[in-house]
């Protein structure tokens, strides 16, 4: 399952940055055709326009890895209750267990079948359609318009910082911490939204896991059920993961991918 998980970011991960720059550049240079600098707001604008193009790569490709990760998830819980059931029964004490289950993986197995993400895939667009892929947009919407609000302005501020003119470019280095900083920034601003989004593209649950019915309805139960701390698990690991990738990603973007491709468009 972890290969698999990792396969689906590296297949999808390119496409989705190379939208979410592009166009936060394409909506930048719009913004700036009168020859008057960018004001916060017009970059803000900017980088909402970058988020909201981004999640046509990005819902799906979250979809396939939360359907991947709990499907692992669930088989281990299943071989854990099978295991207990088996030393109940061996102890001539018959409990019922209920055994944790996905749609893919029905029944009280021994060994679970192996999942990859085209087969996640190809059930989905079977029994759904395209729609079954974007389940949780809203969700994704909310997370990446916010994200790329707050990343976009605040690496473009502190990117300047470190350039040594108007039209320089700055070094190596100070576009990388600029980028990691802004990552890490916006990826725990955004972390509420990031649980609820991932909460909602769970489509099966396991035994005493809550089913929502939309984004509010997700978020109130976690905050009656769960605490307000709720809303800030992972986001160390996020920010993790966020910081150094798009340091990498801005620095290897401002090298000058970036003008040819809003050149070419």
Request: charged fraction near 15%; charge should be positive.
């Amino acid at each position: 399952m972890y290969f698999n998980c990792v396969a689906v970011n590296l297949t999808l991960v390119t496409p989705e940055k190379a939208i979410k720059l592009a166009a936060n550049d394409f909506f930048r240079q719009h913004f700036s055709r009168d020859g008057k600098k960018l004001t916060l707001v017009k970059e803000m604008l900017s980088g909402c326009g970058a988020g909201t193009c981004q999640v046509i790569i990005t819902t799906p490709m979250e979809m396939l890895k939360i359907q991947l990760q709990d499907a692992g998830r669930l088989a281990s819980c299943q071989k854990a209750a099978i295991g207990i059931q088996s030393l109940s029964q061996s102890a001539k004490h018959l409990n019922t267990i209920p055994v944790l289950s996905r749609a893919y993986n029905v029944g009280p197995v021994l060994v679970t079948q192996k999942l990859s993400a085209t087969q996640i895939a190809s059930e989905l667009l079977r029994t759904e359609g395209v729609k079954g892929l974007y389940k949780g947009l809203g969700a994704t919407l909310l997370r990446d318009v916010p994200f790329s609000v707050i990343y976009f302005p605040l690496f473009s501020n502190l990117n300047k910082l470190g350039m040594s003119s108007a039209d320089g470019k700055a070094p190596f280095l100070h576009s990388f911490l600029a980028g990691c900083t802004a990552g890490c920034t916006a990826a725990v601003a955004v972390n509420p939204c990031d649980v609820i989004k991932t909460r909602l593209q769970s489509l099966n649950k396991g035994a005493n896991e809550e089913a929502y019915s939309g984004i509010i309805d997700c978020a109130t139960n976690i905050w009656k059920k769960e605490g307000p701390s709720a809303f800030l698990k992972g986001s160390v690991c996020r920010a993790l993961v966020i910081a150094p990738l798009f340091g990498i990603v801005q620095v290897v973007y401002f090298l000058g991918v970036g003008e040819a491709v809003v050149e070419f468009v």
